[in-house]
């Protein structure tokens, strides 16, 4: 139901989700959920093996660290207001959410260590599926305890008094694979980026000018 109310309360132009996982054939419907391609339907972000995830991250890493360089250039240029207080994520579109059921085989690959370590939501996070709390790495700050009869929904101070429980949707009736498809099937009109790399710029184009008389 997660993953269910993630691509219905969020367009896939502004949700990225990235998979990873050692079950393929229990995300599979996800292999055509829009929100797991990139906007020119050229890469799947969907990974069974350290290779694919490593390739489909490259793209990926780079985005994550342009975002770390824009942050760090406003905290120098910082007037005294404490940006790190505020809710950063907001600031950054698409919005990646990597979800895997193996952290422990991808816990070194160099996006999820990146992403894990910086301390600011600057559009990414991980959502991993695990049994055990004291598998999961260091920085998770967030957990959610999932059963049928109560759910618990607690952050890095495990305590009674910093739970809160709540009773999960679990819905058995819904063909979410169907729902992914015809999410797949509705297009939306993509916008090349405002500040977009032109393929090619002639010898008079990068000096500004427009005939040879001008330079």
Known sequence: SLFLQLMTFHAYTDLKIVIY?????????????PHCWDNQKTSRYFATNLDELNTISIDIEKTFDARVLDDESVQEEDDGTNRANQESYKLYKPYYLIFTDDINSIRNVSLIKKVLKYK???????????????TLPGETNTFVNVEEDKSVYMTN???????????????SDIDIYECAQRLANIPINVEK???????????????????VNQL
Request: charged share 20%; no cysteine; aromatic share 12%.
């Open 120 to 134: 600011k939501n600057l559009g990414f996070s991980v959502l991993m599926l695990n049994d055990r709390l004291s």
């Open 193 to 211: 980026a405002k500040y977009e790399l032109p393929t090619s710029l002639s010898f008079l184009e990068m000096y500004g000018v427009g005939n």
């Open 157 to 171: 101070d495990i305590s009674e008094d910093n739970q809160v429980q709540f009773q999960a949707d679990i819905l």
């Open 21 to 33: 996982t050692k079950n393929s054939q229990m995300w599979d419907y996800l292999k055509v959920l």
